[in-house]
């Protein structure tokens, strides 16, 4: 079966600090990957998404960005971060086209002071 | 893009209660979801559903396509049964999910 994971769950990172979480999926090849942000507020928005190695879109300016290194690794930085950072990070995992469902991971709370 | 709306944005209900949530759509679409986010943040499939109806114990969810709205019924509701529930559709047969804004329902004991 598939799973999914998200490292670290929590993390409280300084303005203007660097960014790294990482998302991995294991049990199905060449999955497509998002990566989702959870402000306060409730909703859900999107933040990047890949179909495939090394292919990113990015649906919202800032100052993050994505990678996918590996088929089925999905990392987001930043170089440096803002207070507006702040939120729940949620990866999620789709077999692929706009008619399949998606799995999210256990999520990353970070707070950045 | 599409629009999606929840309602009611927060329920209160009492253990054994029954209760309809309803998700409200702009567009057509090939996708649509409904997910629980349980108090430790994490978003569970409930159904893929987007057209039809499905069932899974308590819960069920019809989407009425033609209509652009989808229902998911809970019945006999249970405290675990806490947290907020999200529609999401596809956003012109995109690769892409857009979420509403959640529906937060409480159960008490």
């Known amino acids: 079966s598939q799973t999914i994971h998200q490292w670290p769950a929590t993390l409280v990172q300084p303005v203007g600090s660097p960014l790294s979480l990482e998302c991995t999926v294991e049990?199905?090849?060449?999955?497509?990957l998002y990566w989702y942000r959870q402000a306060a507020g409730r909703g859900l928005q999107l933040l990047f998404y890949?179909?495939?190695?090394?292919?990113i879109s990015s649906e919202v300016p800032q100052n993050l960005s994505a990678s996918r290194p590996q088929d089925r690794q999905f990392i987001l930085s930043s170089k440096k971060l803002l207070l507006s950072d702040s939120g729940f990070y949620l990866c999620a995992w789709g077999p692929g086209g706009p008619a399949d469902t998606q799995y999210f991971g256990p999520g990353t709370r970070l707070t950045v002071l | 893009g599409i629009q999606v709306e929840q309602s009611p944005p927060d329920l209160i209900l009492q253990e054994g209660a029954n209760s309809t949530l309803r998700c409200n759509f702009s567009d057509s679409v090939n996708n649509l979801q409904w997910f629980h986010q349980n108090p430790w943040g994490q978003l569970i499939n409930l159904f893929y559903i987007p057209s039809g109806t499905k069932q899974n114990g308590r819960l069920s969810a019809t989407t009425v396509a033609t209509e652009r709205y989808s229902l998911l019924y809970i019945s006999s509701s249970q405290t675990t049964d806490s947290g907020v529930y999200f529609c999401?559709?596809?956003?012109?047969?995109?690769?892409?999910?857009?979420f509403g804004k959640g529906m937060k329902l409480t159960v008490n004991p």
């Open positions: 890949s179909v495939g190695i090394g292919q």
């Open positions: 999401a559709v596809d956003e012109g047969g995109s690769e892409k999910l857009v």
């Open positions: 049990g199905t090849s060449n999955p497509n």
